[in-house]
T-cell receptor, first 112, second 111 residues
């Protein structure tokens, strides 16, 4: 089955800096790659997703890039703010709405 | 929309007892997923349904776990008998061909 690896497991940045989280996947049939943000005591929340026919997608301070050849995708957060502090999960699936395989998560801390 | 609703939020039970977790998906969503989250194993898919039919239950750890979806607006995950290693946060999520919407989870503690 699909195996999603996520790095780093923890990341600490200063407010205003950029943060990058990277994921790799094993199943070349995967073509849907969402990212989730989980705050303490809450369920994961979808923040951005990308499909395999797109190389990059942006939404304000958040961007995701996808390299299907290398089977890796990344989340970029620019101008980080303390409220960006949370655990971020990447995931992969053969199509949107289908069963997702999640990475182990990255705990992001943004210090003022 | 109230989102995906899970109950209870917290459950503490003694080993050997039966535990039932409940989920109400978003109206109109045709996929429902049950995940378990632990520090060691992260988010694990237990089972998912499409139009109330179980599609893949290969993630259910043992026969002690069972899940049902009697109609489009309700699903249950049952553990009988419960064991301390079942302690985790259990999430339900629903989808309509796009990203998931997760519930707030049920934190289960088996003592």
């Amino acid at each position: 089955g699909e195996n999603v690896e996520q790095h780093p497991s923890t990341l600490s940045v200063q407010e205003g800096d950029s943060a990058v989280i990277k994921c790799t996947y094993s199943d070349s049939a995967s073509n849907y790659f969402p990212w989730y943000k989980q705050e303490l005591g809450k369920g994961p929340q979808l923040i951005i997703d990308i499909r395999s026919n797109v190389g990059e997608k942006k939404d304000q301070r958040i961007a995701v890039t996808l390299n299907k050849t290398a089977k890796h995708f990344s989340l970029h957060i620019t101008e980080t703010q303390p409220e960006d502090s949370a655990v971020y999960f990447c995931a992969a699936s053969i199509r949107s709405g289908y069963a997702l395989n999640f990475g182990k998560g990255t705990s992001l801390l943004v210090t003022p | 929309d109230a989102g995906v609703i899970q109950s209870p939020r917290h459950e503490v039970t003694e080993m050997g007892q039966e535990v039932t977790l409940r989920c109400k998906p978003i109206s109109g969503h045709d996929y429902l997923f049950w995940y378990r989250q632990t520090m060691m194993r992260g988010l694990e898919l237990l089972i998912y349904f499409n139009n109330n039919v179980p599609i893949d239950d290969s993630g259910m750890p043992e026969d002690r776990f069972s899940a049902k979806m009697p109609n489009a607006s309700f699903s249950t995950l049952k553990i009988q008998p419960s064991e301390p290693r079942d302690s985790a946060v259990y999430f339900c999520a629903s989808s309509l061909g796009g990203g998931y919407t997760f519930g707030s989870g049920t934190r289960l503690t088996v003592v």
